[in-house]
C-alpha cells in the first residue's frame, strides 16, 4: 500500500494562511492525490482531489508540482474550526493514511 | 440519513467476547473499507473489500474478520476481543475509480474491559 509523509504538527493563528505539504515519492502515474479533513471523534471527511498543477475549490487549494512526488493543501485565512487532522493520500484503488498533519488554528 | 452508517456508536465488552460491528452504505459504492484509530496512531486499515465477493486484509487484520454480505453492508467481527482492540473504528466507502474520493461513517467507540 502507498504510503504518504507529512509533517506531524503545526500552529497557526486565525486569519492566516495555512500551508501543508505532503510527501509521495512512489505515486504512480495514474494516482489521485486527495486531502482529507479529520475532527476529533468523526470521521475524515473529503476536501479536494488534484492530479498535477492547480485544483480549487470553497474550502481549499491544492497544488501538484510537475513531478507529482509532493502535494500542498493551502487553507486561506484558516479560523478556530479548521483546527483538524488533515491527511494527503495517494492513490485511488489503495487506501493507506499516515499520521496527517494537526493543524492548532489560534485565536 | 447518513450516506455511511455504523453501529453501534459506542460498544463496551468484555474480553473474550465476540463482537460485531456493522456498516451500511446508500452510496451506491463497490468498495468498502475498515479502520481503526487510536491515538497518534492515525488511521490503520484491517480489511478492505471490492466487491460482494471479494475480502482482502490490510496492514493489521490479525484478530479480526470480515463479512460483506452485499453491497452495501460490511461487517467487522472480533472473534474474542482483548484490550488492546479498544480504538476507534471507521468504515468507509469508495466507488472503482476514487473520482469521489472516500466516504466515512462516524465511527464507533469500542472499549474492551
Known amino acids: 500500500l502507498a504510503k504518504t509523509t507529512q509533517p506531524i504538527s503545526m500552529d497557526s493563528y486565525e486569519g492566516q494562511e495555512v500551508n501543508i505539504t505532503c510527501s509521495h515519492n512512489?505515486?504512480?502515474?495514474?494516482?489521485?492525490i486527495t486531502w482529507y479533513q479529520q475532527f476529533p471523534s468523526q470521521g475524515p471527511r473529503f476536501i479536494i482531489q488534484?492530479?498535477?498543477t492547480k485544483v480549487k475549490n470553497e474550502v481549499a487549494s491544492l497544488f501538484i508540482p510537475a513531478d507529482r512526488k509532493s502535494s500542498t493543501l493551502s487553507l486561506p485565512r484558516v479560523s478556530l474550526s479548521d483546527t483538524a487532522v488533515y491527511y494527503c493520500?495517494?492513490?485511488?484503488?489503495?487506501?493507506?493514511f499516515g499520521k496527517g498533519n494537526q493543524v492548532v488554528v489560534i485565536p | 440519513d447518513a450516506d455511511v452508517t455504523q453501529t453501534p456508536r459506542n460498544r463496551i465488552t468484555k474480553t473474550g467476547k465476540r463482537i460485531m460491528l456493522e456498516c451500511s452504505q446508500t452510496?451506491?459504492?463497490?468498495?468498502m473499507y475498515w479502520y481503526r484509530q487510536d491515538p497518534g496512531l492515525g488511521l490503520r486499515l484491517i480489511y478492505y473489500?471490492?466487491?460482494?465477493?471479494?475480502?482482502n486484509k490490510g496492514e493489521i487484520s490479525d484478530g479480526y474478520s470480515v463479512s460483506r454480505q452485499a453491497q452495501a453492508k460490511f461487517s467487522l467481527s472480533l472473534e474474542s476481543a482483548i484490550p488492546n482492540q479498544t480504538a476507534l473504528y471507521f468504515c468507509?466507502?469508495?466507488?472503482?475509480?476514487?473520482?469521489?474520493?472516500?466516504?466515512f461513517g462516524s465511527g464507533t467507540r469500542l472499549t474492551v474491559v
Open positions: 473489500s471490492f466487491d460482494v465477493k471479494d475480502i
Open positions: 488534484g492530479y498535477k
Open positions: 468507509a466507502t469508495s466507488d472503482s475509480r476514487g473520482s469521489e474520493g472516500y466516504t
Open positions: 512512489n505515486i504512480a502515474t495514474n494516482d489521485y
Open positions: 493520500l495517494e492513490g485511488n484503488n489503495r487506501l493507506a
Open positions: 452510496k451506491g459504492h463497490d468498495r
